[in-house]
């Protein structure tokens, strides 16, 4: 998959999934004010994947005078397989406490094959973090906390979230990942 087809494909999945569905009910005011970066790794080499992770934690942390991203997807379409990517997901966890990143950032998951840990591949649920191409999702805490403490209902967004997608059968919910 190019750089382009990834980020194409992901910026169809952020409009029909995370903003579209609302199932992250933060997204919409960052993508409409453009503050969500893309940035892709065209590759499967762990080392070159850290380091550009790496690079755009720092950029997240102290963003350049006059930088409007608030939050950035590394797009990382080289790590299909699931066990694979979880692999890297550890190790992308692991440069938080190194970077002394830990309650500044956080990093969410995304993945074509994503599932939670003791939920069966099919559960609906695991649609709220199946997107088209393997991504980690680089969040500054403080956003999040600012956004959480806004919201009336932080807690319930999850079982909003489980709920609408068990809504959907199984081929609306691929159709929601892939487009």
Same mark, same amino acid.
């Given at each position: 998959m190019s750089e382009e087809d990834a980020e194409v494909r992901m910026r169809g999945w952020v409009e029909r999934a995370v903003v579209g569905l609302d199932l992250c009910p933060f997204a919409r005011r960052v993508v409409r004010a453009e503050g969500l970066r893309y940035v892709t790794v065209p590759t499967a080499d762990v080392a070159t994947i850290l380091a550009a992770v790496h690079e755009e934690l720092m950029e997240l942390a102290l963003p350049a005078p006059g930088s409007t991203v608030e939050t950035t997807l590394v797009l990382v379409p080289g790590l299909a397989g699931f066990e694979r990517f979880v692999a890297v997901m550890?190790?992308?966890?692991?440069?938080? /406490?190194?970077?002394?990143?830990? $309650? %500044?950032?956080? %990093?969410?998951?995304?993945? /074509?094959?994503?599932?939670?840990? $003791?939920? /069966?591949?099919? *559960?609906? $649920? &695991? *649609?709220? &973090?199946? *997107? /088209?191409?393997?991504a980690f999702h680089l969040l500054r805490e403080a956003d999040v906390a600012a956004a959480v403490a806004a919201h009336p209902d932080p807690e319930g967004i999850p079982r909003r979230n489980i709920a609408r997608l068990e809504a959907l059968d199984a081929e609306a919910r691929r159709r929601l990942r892939d487009g």
């Amino acid at each position: 998959m190019s750089e382009e087809d990834a980020e194409v494909r992901m910026r169809g999945w952020v409009e029909r999934a995370v903003v579209g569905l609302d199932l992250c009910p933060f997204a919409r005011r960052v993508v409409r004010a453009e503050g969500l970066r893309y940035v892709t790794v065209p590759t499967a080499d762990v080392a070159t994947i850290l380091a550009a992770v790496h690079e755009e934690l720092m950029e997240l942390a102290l963003p350049a005078p006059g930088s409007t991203v608030e939050t950035t997807l590394v797009l990382v379409p080289g790590l299909a397989g699931f066990e694979r990517f979880v692999a890297v997901m550890a190790r992308v966890e692991a440069l938080l /406490p190194r970077l002394e990143l830990r $309650g %500044v950032i956080q %990093v969410a998951h995304f993945h /074509p094959d994503y599932r939670f840990a $003791g939920v /069966p591949a099919d *559960a609906p $649920g &695991n *649609a709220t &973090n199946q *997107a /088209p191409v393997p991504a980690f999702h680089l969040l500054r805490e403080a956003d999040v906390a600012a956004a959480v403490a806004a919201h009336p209902d932080p807690e319930g967004i999850p079982r909003r979230n489980i709920a609408r997608l068990e809504a959907l059968d199984a081929e609306a919910r691929r159709r929601l990942r892939d487009g």
